[in-house]
């Protein structure tokens, strides 16, 4: 099942990635990655003098038989990142050859390795409207371990594209449903009715680190075609009648060279990583990108 994600050789090359894909926040939970707090690991820290109600188990008995004094060990904390992605399954992702989910559940799944196999936490969320107006559902449980990538992948894999989404409205979902800040994910192509910006602010002012990768088609990056068309909205099935010609092609890259800059400025000034990728590039200079810290 993963195989048809990533295939071995860029499974090697991610695992010599692995520790990349940092945050600087932390979920609370005991992991890998070594916190600036103190608490209960195997790193030591520093030492104090012995006070009642220390654990006896981490009284330091060697500088006790040098300098007859009892002092107690104290630990750096470690605890997980959580990483969380939210991946857009509307009808738009459907488009393209190969489609954008297709790429999109390619990213996921290389971001989820990284994660998992550097000792991190994994959940994904589908972005899809569904009939009761749930803008966001889980495909799964939290999962972490190498062992997890699987059921990971097979979650991915079950995606399909479909129906509406709004954005802004899945952001806030999982703001309202999460009680730790970590590493939010979220993969789409942004073609959507209401701008997200305001929401993904919210999550950062909420502590979460954000990275947001937008997928096009190379079609929709520079259309090349002219005359009359009758166009079928992919979300709501809606048909417009349209006459594209040189002004027309111009005002439309007018408008998604906006959303390009809406996205790189927010993500510049709060510290967020936004990469931008056709379907037709290859998903290994988007992780490289996003590690890099890209904000294009």
Same mark, same amino acid.
């Given at each position: 099942?993963?195989a048809s994600?990533?295939? #071995?050789?860029?499974?090697r090359?991610?695992?010599?990635?692995?520790?990349?894909?940092?945050?600087s926040?932390?979920?609370?939970g005991? $992991?890998?990655?070594?916190?600036r707090?103190?608490?209960?690991?195997?790193?030591?820290l520093?030492?104090?003098?012995y006070? #009642? $109600?220390?654990?006896p188990? %981490?009284i %330091?008995?060697?500088a006790?038989?040098?300098?007859?004094e009892?002092?107690?060990k104290?630990?750096?904390a470690?605890?997980?990142?959580?990483l969380?992605l939210?991946?857009?399954?509307s009808a738009s992702?459907?488009?393209?050859?190969?489609p954008k989910l297709?790429?999109?559940?390619r990213?996921?799944?290389a971001?989820a390795?990284?994660?998992?196999?550097g000792?991190?936490?994994?959940e994904?969320r589908?972005a899809?409207?569904t009939?009761?107006?749930?803008p966001?559902v889980?495909a799964?449980?939290?999962?972490r371990g190498?062992?997890a990538?699987?059921?990971?992948?097979?979650e991915?894999?079950r995606?399909?594209?479909?129906g509406?989404?709004?954005l802004?409205?899945?952001?806030?979902t999982?703001?309202?449903?999460t009680? %730790? #800040?970590?590493?939010?994910c979220?993969?789409?192509d942004f073609?959507?009715?209401?701008?997200? *910006?305001?929401?993904v602010g919210?999550?950062?002012?909420? $502590?979460?680190?954000v990275?947001?990768?937008?997928?096009l088609?190379s079609?929709?990056?520079d259309?090349?075609?002219?005359g009359?068309f009758s166009?079928?909205?992919?979300? *709501?099935?809606e048909?417009?009648d349209?006459s594209?010609d040189?002004?027309?092609?111009e005002?439309y890259?007018?408008?998604? %060279?906006?959303?390009?800059?809406?996205l790189?400025?927010?993500?510049?000034?709060?510290?967020?990583?936004?990469?931008?990728?056709?379907?037709?590039d290859?998903p290994? $200079?988007?992780i490289?990108?996003?590690?890099g810290?890209?904000?294009?």
């Open positions: 099942m993963t994600l990533l295939d #071995p050789a860029f499974l090359r991610l695992e010599a990635l692995r520790r990349s894909l940092v945050s926040v932390r979920s609370g005991a $992991g890998e990655r070594a916190a707090r103190r608490g209960a690991s195997a790193e030591f520093d030492h104090r003098r006070e #009642p $109600g220390d654990d188990r %981490h %330091h008995w060697a006790f038989a040098r300098t007859r009892t002092v107690t104290l630990y750096r470690e605890e997980d990142t959580v969380r939210v991946l857009d399954a992702l459907g488009f393209g050859d190969p297709a790429v999109a559940r990213l996921a799944a971001l390795y990284l994660s998992l196999a000792g991190g936490r994994t994904l589908i899809r409207s009939s009761d107006g749930v966001l889980r799964g449980p939290v999962r190498r062992a990538f699987a059921p990971v992948c097979r991915l894999e995606v399909e594209a479909s509406g989404t709004d802004a409205a899945a952001v806030q999982l703001l309202a449903q009680t %730790h #800040p970590g590493l939010l979220l993969i789409s073609l959507d009715d209401n701008p997200v *910006t305001p929401a919210r999550a950062r002012a909420a $502590g979460h680190d990275i947001l990768i937008q997928v088609d079609a929709e990056l259309p090349d075609f002219e009359d166009l079928e909205d992919a979300e *709501t099935s048909t417009l349209v594209l040189a002004t027309a092609l005002a890259r007018a408008r998604l %060279h906006a959303l390009f800059a809406e790189g400025t927010w993500a510049r000034k709060n510290g967020a990583v936004y990469v931008r990728l056709s379907t037709a290859d290994w $200079g988007a490289r990108r996003i590690l810290r890209a904000t294009e």
